[in-house]
C-alpha cells in the first residue's frame, strides 16, 4: 500500500507529472472541478509540458469514451476516487494515472497514486485544494494559484459547517493572503451575495440563519434597513454589501442579532468568513468574492460550458468573462424556477426526509442546487430528496439530496446513504454528508425513496443513542 503521508504522496505526484511527455486532465464540471483542472493545467503548463482537458459529467460507463486512449499521463481532478476500476477497466497501468480527489475511495488492484484529502483525516479540503498543494510541490512560486483553491473549497462547501477554513484549506488561504490577491472578512455577516446582491435580496434570501420578517421577504427586509437610516438612493438599486461602510455594517448586523435574539432564535450561524479577491475588478462583480466567483463557474459547468470558467480561470476577462456572465444569469433564473416550483408544488414528507420528483421540467444538472435553496422554506431539519430524469440516459433516474450543516451533526451522512442505497439497485452515488447524488435505475425510483428514508432513521438514531 502507498503512504497516506501528504507530503509523500505530493512528491509522488509531482515527480510523476515532471516525468512524464503529455499530461492529460479529466476533471469534473462543477466550481472544485473547474479550479482543479485550472489550478494544474497552469502548474503543468508553466513546465512547459503539453496539457489537454477533458470535462465529464460523471465518470461512469456512459463517459468512458471521453477519456483520450493515447500515452499520456491521466489526471482524474475531483473524480475517480470512488471509480477507480472503472479507470482500470480503461487498461491504464498503475504508472499512467494519478487521482487527486476528496471523494470515498474505492480501491482496485492497479493501486493507482492516489492524493486524497480523505487519506489524511482532511474532510474539508476539496480537489481544488489538493490539486494546489501538488502545483506547489511542483514549484513553490505557484502560490498565486492558492485563490483557485480557495474558489474550489467554497464551491464544494468545505467551509458550511464550521463557518471558515481548517486544516489543510486554512494553509492555502494563508498562502494566498501572503500572496497578496486574497482578503479574509472574518466573522462578518453570513449572506451570500455580497458584492452584487442588493441588500434586501441577500438579507431575505440567506439560506442559513431564520431571521423572522426578514427570511423570505424582500419587503420586510427593505423595512429593517429603512429603519436602520439604510435606504434606496431615490431612482437609484439598493447597495450590496460590499460597499457598506463599517459603521453601517455594524448597525445592521447588531441590530440583526437584537431581532433573532428577541424572537428566540439562534444566532448561532450569524457569522462566516468572507474571501474577497484584491486582484479583480468592480465591473467584474461576479468574480469579487469566492462563493460568487463558484456560482459563475457552476453555472458554466451546469450548461455544459466548464472550459468557459477554466478560461475565466485563468484570468479571461474578455469573451469568456461575458459570455459566463450571461449564463450566469440564466442559471440563476432556471434555479428560481426550480425553487418556485419546489415551493409551490410542495414536496411529500417522510419521517426522515422530503422527496419530489420534477420529472423532464428542469435540467439534471441544477434541481440539486435548486433543492437545496428550497430547503429554508421548507423544513431544514430534514434532508431533502430530488429526482428527474437523466438527460443522458432515458432508463436512469438523477437523485440529488442537500441538508443543513445542523443535520449534519446529529449524525446524517447523505453520501453514506445515497451510495448504500444506490449500490443495491445497480446504480451509483457520491458526494459528500451535506451534498450528495445518485443514479439508479428509473423502475426502482419509489423503493429507493422508502430505502433511504430507512438508513436516515438509521442515522439520526445513532446519533440519539450517542447523546
Not at 469579487?288 to 450548461?303: I, K, M, V
Not at 470558467?309 to 476577462?317: E, L, P, V
Request: net charge negative.
Amino acid at each position: 500500500m502507498r503512504q497516506t503521508c501528504p507530503d509523500a504522496d505530493l512528491a509522488a505526484a509531482s515527480e510523476v507529472i515532471q516525468a512524464s511527455d503529455a499530461v492529460t486532465i479529466i476533471s469534473h464540471i462543477d466550481a472544485d472541478g473547474i479550479t482543479s483542472e485550472s489550478i494544474l493545467s497552469q502548474a503543468i503548463s508553466r513546465l512547459e509540458i503539453p496539457v489537454k482537458t477533458a470535462f465529464i459529467r460523471q465518470l461512469d460507463p456512459l463517459t468512458l469514451h471521453q477519456i483520450p486512449q493515447d500515452d499520456s499521463l491521466k489526471i482524474f481532478s475531483d473524480l475517480g476516487s470512488g471509480q477507480q476500476v472503472l479507470i482500470e477497466q480503461l487498461g491504464f497501468a498503475s504508472d499512467q494515472v494519478v487521482i487527486v480527489d476528496h471523494h470515498v475511495s474505492q480501491p482496485s488492484e492497479s493501486e493507482y497514486l492516489e492524493v486524497n484529502s480523505l487519506k489524511y483525516g482532511e474532510h474539508k479540503t476539496s480537489a481544488a485544494g489538493i490539486a494546489y498543494l501538488i502545483s506547489k510541490e511542483l514549484d513553490s512560486a505557484n502560490t498565486d494559484l492558492a485563490k483557485l483553491g480557495i474558489i474550489g473549497n467554497v464551491g464544494d462547501m468545505m467551509d458550511r459547517e464550521d463557518l471558515c477554513f481548517t486544516g489543510l484549506a486554512k494553509t492555502i488561504l494563508e498562502d494566498a493572503i501572503n500572496y497578496g490577491n486574497v482578503e479574509i472578512w472574518k466573522k462578518d455577516l453570513n449572506i451570500y451575495g455580497i458584492s452584487t446582491r442588493p441588500l434586501p435580496n441577500a438579507l431575505a434570501y440567506t439560506d442559513d440563519i431564520d431571521i423572522p420578517g426578514i427570511s423570505n421577504d424582500i419587503s420586510g427586509a427593505q423595512r429593517f434597513l429603512e429603519r436602520l437610516g439604510v435606504v434606496s438612493p431615490h431612482g437609484k438599486a439598493w447597495p450590496v454589501w460590499q460597499d457598506l461602510s463599517f459603521e453601517q455594517k455594524q448597525s445592521i448586523t447588531s441590530a440583526l442579532v437584537e431581532h433573532v435574539i428577541a424572537h428566540n432564535r439562534s444566532a448561532e450561524r450569524m457569522f462566516i468568513d468572507h474571501y474577497l479577491f484584491l486582484d479583480e475588478r468592480r465591473e467584474y462583480g461576479p468574480l469579487l468574492n469566492a462563493s460568487e466567483y463558484a456560482t459563475l463557474l457552476n453555472s458554466c459547468g451546469r450548461w455544459s460550458k466548464p472550459a468557459l470558467g477554466s478560461a475565466i480561470c485563468r484570468g479571461d476577462r474578455g469573451t469568456s468573462y461575458l459570455e459566463a456572465d450571461i449564463m450566469l444569469r440564466n442559471h440563476r433564473a432556471k434555479i428560481r424556477e426550480v425553487l418556485e416550483y419546489i415551493t409551490d408544488k410542495g414536496v411529500s414528507e417522510y419521517s426522515h426526509m422530503l422527496f419530489i420528483h420534477v420529472g423532464s421540467l428542469f435540467p439534471d444538472t441544477i434541481v440539486g442546487i435548486g433543492s437545496g435553496i428550497a430547503l429554508s422554506r421548507l423544513n431544514p431539519k430534514k434532508p431533502i430528496l430530488i429526482m428527474c430524469e437523466d438527460s443522458m440516459d432515458e432508463t436512469v433516474t438523477k437523485v440529488s439530496m442537500r441538508t443543513k450543516p445542523d443535520v449534519i451533526k446529529s449524525g446524517v451522512d447523505l453520501q453514506a446513504a445515497l451510495s448504500m442505497v444506490a449500490e443495491k439497485y445497480g446504480g451509483s452515488g457520491g458526494g459528500h454528508k451535506i451534498a450528495a447524488g445518485a443514479f439508479i435505475p428509473k423502475e426502482v425510483e419509489q423503493e429507493f425513496v422508502e430505502d433511504v428514508n430507512r438508513v436516515l432513521a438509521e442515522q439520526f438514531g445513532t446519533s440519539e443513542n450517542n447523546s
